[in-house]
C-alpha cells in the first residue's frame, strides 16, 4: 500500500509517502511489518544535543508521558520512537525504528514496526504532527491519539481464541496471513486452511507450506520462471506461477499484467490446487509493499544491471542490489540461493547469506565456480557444449546446447543462463535428471511458453522477432545475438521507457545504433509526462553519436510501425520488434502472418496493472 499525502505550509516536517510493508522488504529481510515514511524536512535537522534534550524533556510531560525513548541524534530519530511509543501505550507491542536521511537532499525515510497495519498508517501521521507541534511550542492533545490508537485495536484485533492458534501456527513456522475481517488463511496453496474468526479449533497437523522458487534479478526473470514452472509441472506438480505478464496456474493464464508483486504472489500461495509456486519478484513490488511471503525453499538471482536507478529514491547499483538480495535472504537455512557467478554484485550476496549456495556460470574455468566445487557445493555450467550440473565429484549431462529451443541454436548466451539457473532450481527441488532432459527439449520459445521473449516468425522472405528488451542489460545480450545472424539487413522497431533518466534513453539509442541498420522509434501509451518530441530527441541523439547517418523514422503506433517494417521488408531481412503489449503484439503478428495480410489492430486485452 502506498499513501500520497500533500505537503502543507508549517511544521519542520511533512509526510511525502507513506508505505506498509507487509513482508520481507528492502529495510528489513527479517521485520516483515513495517511502516516506511518518507518525509521533507522544512530544516535542517541538526539541533543540539542541548535542543533535542529539551524536546525530549516536553514530550515526558505530555499527557500520557513519551519517557521511553531511547538514544537519539536527531527530530527524526525522535519522531520514529514517537510512532513506536504511542502504538505501545495503546496496548500493541511495537520496538523497532530506524531512519534513512536521503543523500542530497532534505528528505529522510523513517522505518517503524506496527502491529495492526491502520495503527501504524495513523502513529506515522501523529507523531509527525506531535513533534511538528512540539517543536512550533504549540499544545497537542496526545491523549486523543491513544485513543483513538485503542479504538483501532479493538476494531481490528483477533480475538483471544483465534489470538491463540495464530500464535501456536507460528511457532510452527505456518505461514498465516489475514483476508478480511473475519478470516485468517493458514499454510500455503493445497496446505492451506481458512480460519474463521472466534473458532477454537483448526487441523494444524495437516496445514503447512508448499515448495516455493522466488526469481529476481533484472533481466531473465520471467523466462526463468517460466521455465523452472515447465520442469516442476512435468514432475507432476500443479504449479502456480507470477510474472510480469501474468499470474498463470498449471500454464493457463488467469491474469494479465504486472503481476511481479506481493499481491500476486499471495493469489498464487492461496489457490489450494497449488503444490508448487515459482514467483517473479521485480524491484517495484519489493520496494512498494515487500515480499509475498515470508521464506522460499529456493531463490535465484539471474543478474544485476543498470535499470530504474533515480526512481523509488535508488541511485545506485549497489541499492539495487541491496533490493535485489531481499529475495536470497527469505531462503531458508536448509534450502538453496542460486547465483550467478559471472555477475560481480550477484556472486558477492553469498556473504550476507545463511542458506546453501548454488552458482552457475557460462564458464567452466570460473575460478568461482571451481573453488565451489572443490568444497563440494553444487553448480551448473556449460562444459563441451553441455549443460552440464556438478555436485561434488559427480557430473550431469543434462543436454546438448543446439538439443535446447530455447537456446536458439546456441545464439542466445541470456537463454542459456537461464537455462543454468533453472536447471537447478529443478535439481534442489528433486527433479529426476531425465525429466529435465525431456523438458528442455520440448519447451519451446514460442508466444504460449515465452510471450514476449525472442518469439520469432518466419515469413517468406524475411523473419520478425518479438522481444521484452528495453534496458542496457537487454540490449547488450540482443547484440550478442545479432551479431550471429546473416541477414541482409537489421531494422529495429524500438522505445524508450520515458520514466527513465534522460542519459538512460541517450544510451538505449546509443545500443540500439550498434545493433541495427535501420530504426523506426514508436512510443508506449504512457509516458510520464514527457513530449512524443522529447523522447525522440534524446533517442535519436544517442543513435546519432554512433551512427550519424542511421536511417531513422518515427512511426508512433506500435502497430503501424510493425505494418510498415513488414511491408517494406527487404529478402533475408530480421525486424525486431520491442513490444509493449506482450499479447496483443503477438496477436497482430500471428493475424498478420496466418492471413498474409494487414489485420486490423487489437483491442487492448487488459490494461496493465501492478500486483
Partial sequence: M???????DSGFMDILQTRVMRGPNYWSAYR???IVVKVELKETDTLSPVALGALSEK?????PPLYNLQSYNSVLDIAAQVAVEIQCLAGMDCAYSEIHPLADSNQAILCFSYTLERAGIYAAQA??????????????????????????KRRYSLDPATGKIVYKARALGIPVQRQDKHTLLLGWGCRQYALKNGEDHAPLGNIGRIPVVAVTGTNGKTTTTRLIAYLARMNGYQVGFTTTDGIYMNNELETIGDCSGPQSAAMVLNNPQVNFAVLECARGGILRAGLGFDQCQVSVVTNISEDHLGMDDIHTMEELAKVKLTVPKTTRNDGYAILNADDDRVYRM??????????????????????HCDSGCLAAIIEDGYFTICKWKQKFRIARINEVP???????????????AALLAAFVNNVPVETMQLALKKFIPSPENTPGRMNVFNFDHFSLMIDYAHNEGGYRELKKYTDQLRVSVKVGIIAAVADRPDKDIVNLGRLAAGIFDEIIIRHDSYNSGRTLEEINSLLKSGIREVKPEMPIKIISNEFEAIKYAIMHARKDAWIFVNSENVY??????????????????P?????????
Fill in 32 to 34: 516483515t511489518k513495517l
Fill in 584 to 601: 496483443d503484439t503477438l496477436f497482430y503478428v500471428s493475424n498478420y502472418k496466418t492471413t498474409d495480410q494487414n489485420p486490423s489492430a
Fill in 2 to 8: 502506498v499513501i500520497i499525502i500533500a505537503l502543507s
Fill in 127 to 152: 507523531a509527525v504532527d506531535l513533534v511538528n507541534a512540539i517543536l512550533a511550542d504549540q499544545p497537542y492533545l496526545l491523549e486523543k491519539d491513544i485513543q483513538n490508537l485503542i479504538s483501532i
Fill in 59 to 63: 514530550l515526558a510531560y505530555l499527557k
Fill in 603 to 611: 483491442q487492448l486485452l487488459q490494461k496493465r496493472v501492478l500486483i
Fill in 406 to 420: 530455447l537456446c536458439h541454436e546456441g545464439k542466445s548466451t541470456c537463454m542459456m543462463q537461464n537455462v543454468l
Fill in 350 to 371: 553469498k556473504d550476507a547469506l545463511r542458506c546453501h549456495i548454488a552458482l552457475f556460470s557460462m564458464n567452466p574455468e570460473n575460478q568461482r565456480i571451481m573453488a
